[in-house]
């Protein structure tokens, strides 16, 4: 098993806050701290009728909503280039039959991917490995071009890497709505300094999903 990698100080930062939510958890505040506002995680489909069109899913895994709007923005540009798109939550089990090629994406938790595109990977390991596969990650932290930067944020797919020979990986900067999170995230975010605010640059996402396949 491939374990998130953290600084000292991170996992400090992390083990403190792990220790608050117990707290809260086992308190009769423990519902309304670890659930957030509901969002929507759509599916959209983009059918061709010519046949000799590629088909392409793209398969998404989120906790607070922003990476099913990015997911969506990727289909729309596939769309447009003449592709058939599908774009699902990975948690609606996407089938990978009669596909050309995949794009998965996943917001960043903790240092990694979500489990449940995790899961999904391992399920398909075999279909995937036959087929064009493409991944985007969504994340906050380590933005910059530093060296310190770029090694944490390829460290995120740590657990995906070994599953997969991606024909391409990319980074997209997402985004931190306080009122999208359950206490106990917001608790998580507030204490590892994390930048607020919507991040996503829709040119940049435009541009890496006009030149990919
Ligand atoms: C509790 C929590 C933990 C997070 N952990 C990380 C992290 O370890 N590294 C990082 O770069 N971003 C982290 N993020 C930021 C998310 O990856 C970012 O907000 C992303 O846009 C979330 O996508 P979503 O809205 O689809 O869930 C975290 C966000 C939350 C709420």
């Known amino acids: 098993m491939t374990l998130p990698r953290f600084s000292r100080r991170e996992f400090l930062k992390f083990a403190g806050v792990s220790m608050g939510v117990m707290a809260v958890s086992c308190s009769g505040l423990g519902y309304a701290a670890i659930h957030a506002p509901e969002f929507v995680t759509p599916e959209i489909v983009y059918s ?24 969506a923005v990727i289909g729309e ?6 592709f058939s798109v599908v774009v699902k ?17 996943s917001a960043v938790h903790m240092a990694n991917w979500l489990p ?14 036959q087929m064009p596969v493409a991944l985007f990650t969504v994340h906050i ?9 770029r090694v944490s944020r390829l460290a995120y797919l740590n657990s995906v890497r070994p ?3 991606p024909m391409d990986e990319v980074f997209f900067a997402g985004k931190i709505d306080l ?13 590892v300094k994390s930048p607020i605010g919507d991040y996503r640059d829709w040119d940049g996402i435009c541009a890496w999903s006009s030149v990919i396949f």
């Open 163 to 165: 599953l997969l020979d």
């Open 77 to 82: 540009t596939l769309a447009r280039r003449g």
């Open 48 to 71: 061709k009728d010519d046949i000799m069109n590629k088909r392409i899913l793209i398969s998404y895994a989120t906790h607070a909503g922003s990476t099913p709007e990015i997911a």
């Open 116 to 129: 449940e595109m995790v899961d999904f990977i391992k399920k398909n390991q075999v279909v995937l490995s």
């Open 141 to 149: 932290l380590n933005l910059g071009n530093d060296e310190a930067s």
């Open 179 to 191: 009122d999208a999170l359950s206490f106990v995230d917001r608790l998580m975010v507030k204490m």
């Open 89 to 105: 939550p990975v948690n609606a089990n996407p089938s990978l039959n009669g596909c050309d090629a995949v794009i998965l994406g």
